[in-house]
Nanobody, 124 residues
């Protein structure tokens, strides 16, 4: 059974940093293309960052480029999203997702496996 579980969300002031973790079980984290999505209230789920399977190349949404970093730690079967210079518009539930493909997609329907989500609130 493939499972994903996010942790590390919380409340942070604008300009602050958080690190989200996605623990994988039932498969090794390098076996799938893995991505982070987010969903704000009354908005559609949107792609944030992705990590491709074969070469670990990364891709980001324009709104987070230069502020967020996605990386993998195969020794811990985990994928991380490091978020810096957070803004109020980054407030959302963040989801980790995986799919059996070499490259990430930017549409949520392209993913087979999802974690339950972690709330990130940027608030002063």
């Amino acid at each position: 059974q493939l499972q994903l579980a996010e942790s590390g969300g919380g409340l942070v002031q604008p300009g602050g940093s958080l690190r989200l973790s996605c623990a994988t079980s039932g498969f090794t984290s390098d076996f799938y293309a893995v991505a982070w999505f987010r969903q704000a209230p009354e908005k559609e789920r949107e792609f944030v960052a992705g990590l491709n399977r074969r070469d670990d190349s990364t891709t980001y949404a324009d709104s987070v480029k230069g502020r967020f970093t996605i990386r993998r730690d195969d020794t811990r079967n985990s994928v991380y999203l490091e978020m810096n210079s957070l803004k109020p518009e980054d407030t959302a539930v963040y989801y980790c997702a995986a799919r059996n493909a070499d490259y990430v997609g930017r549409k949520s329907r392209e993913y087979d496996y999802w974690g339950p989500g972690a709330q990130v609130t940027v608030w002063q």
